[in-house]
């Protein structure tokens, strides 16, 4: 099936930043099988399905390398509250959190993450196999992993319990066409060295990533300074977890030596900027990274940590700190911030190969920002017009693996008002129980 996307600015984001500001796209089935400018474009006779695009700017779709879809529920809970995640959200989840809610908050997150153009992410949570399930529902390209922390869970009645989960989840789901399971330890200091190496052992196994929030808390690096005069990073090398295997989520206090042990060990950063500020732990050494030629993405972590989880909120935020961090307008200009939260995201992920760039014989995962709101004009450039002046709002259509998803602003085979009500539905006892802690 041959489908074209006409009349549109592509920014390709290879490796040249070739851009087509009156251009197509050609998708055969779920690749991309031409672009270029449209004095070129394919004979409209030889294809299905024309799209027109209306000068919307065509990008890559979006990668999310860090999020928890499963907590929707906790959005706008507790927001400012200095002690959140152990008065509210741990007590939270194992009170209140099940299968069908984690469902539920699953599919309406992918709904959200469509309308906002992304089409990959990484998750991190519990009951991954119901998160997978609404995944595939949903047609959007992830890596879930399940987590593993040291304590009983909504999921496992023991400690270290999503190990065992693990086991059936991963073969599950290894062979899945968009869906890779993963393997998630929650952090170097929520887990023993133990059940970190198991983690580790079953990432190798599988050949599967692993994901894990590091150097994120103040106490988690007060613990291995306290007990073992060591940084968190030099930790998890000592233990043997660092590889390219591993998406460190977070990162934010590293020294000059840890960064130099990620580099060494190919491990890839999943940078949540406006979870980080919102939580005032601090601005990671992003340029310090890129330096290095570590692989950098962007994430929103979880609904309740940065409140959206779509990336021109993340790209705006991104720009904002790291210039006010370096005392530099010109350092990240927009069309870095936008590869960042493209082919950034995929060689993150390790799918830099399949998705990330608009190039023949990659994925079809596509994404058409419209230019014709009032947020949206003039444009001179338009990386800056995505980066510092549109929003989620603006996206017009969405291709993930070649199949339409969002059609002029609205979800294709699915009402976000159905997805709302069914996570209403199952809401229910969780907004009774977090209003008591309010
Ligand atoms: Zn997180």
Sequence with gaps: MKKLIKNVHVLTMDAEKTEYPNGYIMIADNMIDAVGGMEHAPDEKAVEEIVDGKQAIAMPGMVNTHTHIGMIPFRSLGDDYPDRLRRFLFPLEQECMTEELAYHSGKYAIAEMQLAGVTTFMDMYYFEDALAQATDEMGSRAIL???????????????????????????????????????????????????????????????????????????????????????????????????????????????????????????????????????????ARISDLLDKQIPVGLGTDGPSSGNTLDLFTQMKLFANFHKTELKDRGAFPASEIVELATMGGARVLGMENQIGSLESGKKADIVLVETCSVNMFPLFDPYAALVYSANAGNVQDVFINGKRTVKDKVLMDRSIAELRQNLAEQMKEFTVKAKERL
């Excluded at 970190?196 to 103040?218: C, F, G, W």
């Excluded at 206090?253 to 580099?263: F, S």
Aim: charged residues 20%; hydrophobic residues 40%.
């Design 145 to 283: 992993g399940e987590t593993v922390i040291d304590f009983p869970t909504c999921d496992a009645d023991t400690a270290h319990g999503g190990l065992d989960y693990a086991q059936s989840f991963i073969p599950k789901w290894l062979n899945h066409e968009l869906i890779t399971p993963a393997i998630a330890p929650h952090a170097p200091n929520t887990n023993s060295p133990e059940a970190l190496k198991e983690a580790v052992r079953l990432s190798e196994q599988y050949q599967i990533p692993l994901t894990m929030h590091v150097a994120e808390m103040d106490y988690e690096l007060d613990h291995f300074r306290d007990t073992l005069d060591m940084t968190s990073v030099e930790f998890l090398d000592s233990i043997g977890a660092l590889s390219e295997r591993l998406v460190a989520a977070h990162c934010i206090h590293l020294t000059d030596q840890d960064i130099d042990l990620l580099k060494k060990h190919h491990v890839k950063v999943a940078h949540c900027i406006g979870a980080n500020t919102k939580s005032a732990k601090g601005v």
